[in-house]
């Protein structure tokens, strides 16, 4: 029997506001532990929640980029169940009402398109932190830090509509790059702002009904997720080849071991007793709010992809390579505008820039090279002053030191020679130097003339006309 896995995502993320959602505590990560807190995240009794307009504003940034049907009224629950990283005991979450239902984000995993649907996204508070220490009875402590109570989010609940561990990475993937995009997270998964619940079964191929799912928690990134779905999958195909049922149960993934064990199961689940806040009103978001909004959110990736390739002739692999976050796509356009050499630009950008970005371990706006200095540098190497080798040395030498393209060339006599006597003077002398070569190429093996002309870009410290050099050698070597 052949299996087929099904996957839906629940993915956390977390609001980039300066404060907490329901008060004016700093959401700044890294503070000394309990250092932002106050009566109301800390659940004191008589402190009243007062929502963050910024956070709201932010899920229904997300939720319309996410193409969801944000709506009118939705409502604050409570949540309740007793932890100790949870203050009040309960959370305050949209349940029954959530802000946002239906959408969809496109996914493309080994050329198969799919439209991965999502069913909500709500808003809720976060928990705090538990902190764990000692492996003995006699030493273990658990510490608690609240910072982190009371931290907006929203939880993006996907349909189960992916097929296999590559789509499930690719939607989180994606839906981080949107997220990250929009400035509604900041996309650090170290550091907790976002974190996703994979749910997974399989099912006989050709079975309509889906198999018994299991939900593995809190996995913080996208290699994890791959890894923790591929277990899975292999684990629940093994449980029923081996005659066994799978267990409805909530799973943790352990990174150490690559495997994931059984937290707790459908029985142990907890029973939450929602009922809807009182201490807070129903929220109500009217037309003009939802456009306001949508007036303030920048052009969507797969929007301004394609407008690269509609307005600027780019591949679609450069025009995506470009729209990987907007300051890239900014910085691209910027060149492109200032060189008038978009092609040129994209091309030099994704390559030679791109590597250099990763190899520093750099984002493009710590990238020491601006635009203006990028494009003169363009625009020198297009209009001939200086060769592709010599193109590459100075970007080089401009990562380095923030010095102007344009200095360095001159000062450096790295300007493209097309003097025919000069260049001349550095082909016979190559043509002298390299005897058996020469006698070969004469001889008729063709592949030597690339040596030659390597050897004279070489004496002319890679600043030889590469045409006319080819040119005056070709000659040179039928004339002797
Ligand atoms: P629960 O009631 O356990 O919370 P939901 O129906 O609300 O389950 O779904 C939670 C998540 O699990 C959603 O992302 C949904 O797409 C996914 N899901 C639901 N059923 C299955 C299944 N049989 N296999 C895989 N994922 C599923
Ligand atoms: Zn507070
Ligand atoms: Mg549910």
Redesign the pocket.
């Known amino acids: 029997m052949i299996f087929e896995p099904?996957?839906?995502?629940?993915i956390h993320a977390q609001l980039r506001t300066r404060t907490k959602i329901f008060c004016g505590c700093s959401t700044a990560f890294g503070a000394p532990p309990n250092s932002q807190v106050c009566p109301v995240c800390l659940g004191m009794p008589g402190a009243l929640p007062v929502l963050n307009r910024q956070a709201v504003d932010y899920a229904i940034k997300a939720a319309l980029a996410l193409g969801c049907d944000i709506q009118a009224g939705s409502i604050f629950a409570r949540k309740n169940y007793f932890y100790p990283d949870l203050p009040k005991g309960y959370q305050i979450s949209q349940y029954e009402r959530p802000l946002a239902l239906r959408g969809g984000l496109e996914i493309t995993v080994e050329g198969r398109t799919t439209l991965v649907g999502l069913?909500r996204i709500h808003m809720e508070e976060d928990a705090g932190k538990s902190l764990h220490e000692g492996f003995h009875d006699s030493d273990r402590r658990t510490y608690v830090d609240y910072n982190r109570s009371g931290v907006p989010l929203i939880e993006i609940?996907?349909?189960?509509?992916m097929r296999s561990a590559a789509e499930g990475a690719e939607f989180f993937s994606r839906l981080r790059d949107i997220l990250v995009w929009l400035g509604v997270n900041d996309g650090n998964m170290e550091e907790g702002s976002l974190r996703c619940?994979a749910?997974?079964?399989v099912r006989p191929v050709g079975q309509e009904a889906?198999?018994?799912?299991a939900?593995v928690k809190n996995v913080n990134s996208f290699r994890y997720l791959q890894k923790a779905l591929e277990y899975e999958i292999e684990r629940q195909i093994a449980v029923i080849e081996g005659g066994g049922r799978v267990l409805?149960e909530t799973r943790l993934w352990d990174s150490a071991t690559d495997r994931t064990h059984s937290m707790r199961s459908k029985e142990e689940a907890h029973d939450y007793r929602y009922f809807p806040e009182p201490d807070l009103p129903p929220l109500v978001v009217d037309a003009a709010r939802i456009e306001a909004v949508r007036a303030s959110m920048p052009m969507l990736p797969a929007e301004r992809k394609q407008r690269f390739v509609a307005a600027y002739g780019l591949s679609e692999y450069d025009a995506g390579v470009l729209t990987q976050s907007v300051e890239l796509a900014d910085y691209f356009e910027a060149v492109a505008a200032e060189s008038k050499r978009a092609k040129l630009a994209a091309n030099t950008i994704s390559g030679v820039v791109m590597f250099m970005l990763k190899d520093r371990n750099m984002t493009i706006d710590e990238f020491p090279v601006r635009p203006p200095d990028l494009s003169t540098l363009l625009v020198l190497l297009d209009t001939n002053v200086i060769s592709n080798t010599v193109a590459k040395d100075v970007l080089g030498k401009m990562v380095e030191s923030g010095r102007d393209p344009r200095e360095i060339v001159q000062t450096e006599g790295l300007a493209q020679n097309s003097d025919e006597e000069s260049l001349l003077s550095i082909i016979r002398r190559v043509i002298a130097g390299n005897g058996d070569a020469v006698a070969q190429y004469r001889a008729g093996k063709a592949q030597t003339f690339g040596f030659l002309v390597g050897q004279v870009m070489k004496g002319s410290g890679g600043t030889a006309n590469p045409r006319l050099a080819t040119e005056l050698l070709k000659r040179e070597l039928s004339n002797t």
């Open positions: 099904v996957i839906g995502l629940e069913t609940v996907s349909e189960p509509d619940d749910n997974v079964s889906f198999g018994t799912k939900e409805q």
